[in-house]
């Protein structure tokens, strides 16, 4: 949680900089501008366990998330700018989420809660499971996947379910965003988040602070 409030402080509006800046112990591996306005920087910090990785996003106005996952790419903690709250993963899940079941079977099942001090906590249950299919974006090769998860109160009841296409990358051992749609008590809709560019380091636009594709565009 520290670490996102330094964050938040560091990222400040995106039009009031030009490059984002990470706490000190911290490397950005990739920048990633996705199609729906939005910049991701993934890095690494030296006090974090071996596999971990932070990810924070930003839109027009700043910093929207930030975020850290295991090798296993399991949400270890997320912290959500906009609405204000912090979510951990439990300590012993059902079924966790795991990068190398999917990777070595094609297909990884999950069960497990995020503790949370403002909302209490989520149940989320789906799937992943690769489809074969690799897709080429800016250089990078990726593996597209297929996705199904509900997400449940602490109650029982369902908040949300969402299906829909995304992509991992096997030498990060991560999962990027794709496409798909999302149900909620309001309705249906249909979300879009590929990747469009991905910027290492060195390359002009790494750990840019704006977003550039996308924007302007109104989004329901």
Not at 60 to 85: C, N, R
Not at 111 to 137: A, K, M, P
Not at 154 to 172: M, S, Y
């Amino acid at each position: 949680m520290r670490l996102a409030c330094a964050l938040i402080l560091l990222a400040g509006p995106a039009a009031a900089q030009d490059t984002f800046a990470l706490p000190g112990g911290c490397e950005a591996f990739v920048t990633v501008q996705s199609e729906s306005c939005q910049v991701d920087h993934h890095f690494i910090c030296l006090n974090d366990p071996k596999g971990h990785k932070r990810r924070v996003s930003l839109d027009e106005q700043g910093m929207t998330y930030t975020g850290v996952t295991d090798a296993e790419a399991q949400w270890i903690s997320s912290f959500h700018v906009l609405s204000g709250h912090r979510e951990v993963l439990e300590s012993a899940p059902v079924d966790p989420a795991s990068f190398s079941e999917l990777i070595a079977t094609d297909l990884d099942t999950f069960d497990f809660r995020t503790l949370s001090d403002e909302i209490g906590e989520t149940r989320y249950v789906g799937r992943d499971t690769l489809t074969g299919r690799q897709i080429t974006i800016d250089g990078v090769t990726l593996d597209e996947t297929t996705y199904d998860i509900t997400a449940y109160d602490g109650a029982g009841n369902e908040v949300w379910a969402a299906q829909g296409r995304e992509f991992i990358n096997r030498d990060w051992r991560m999962f990027l965003a794709g496409t798909g749609t999302v149900t909620t008590s309001d309705g249906t809709y249909e979300r879009s988040n590929r990747p469009v560019e991905f910027i290492f380091p060195g390359e002009p636009g790494f750990l840019s602070a704006s977003p550039k594709h996308g924007c302007g565009v109104a989004i329901s």
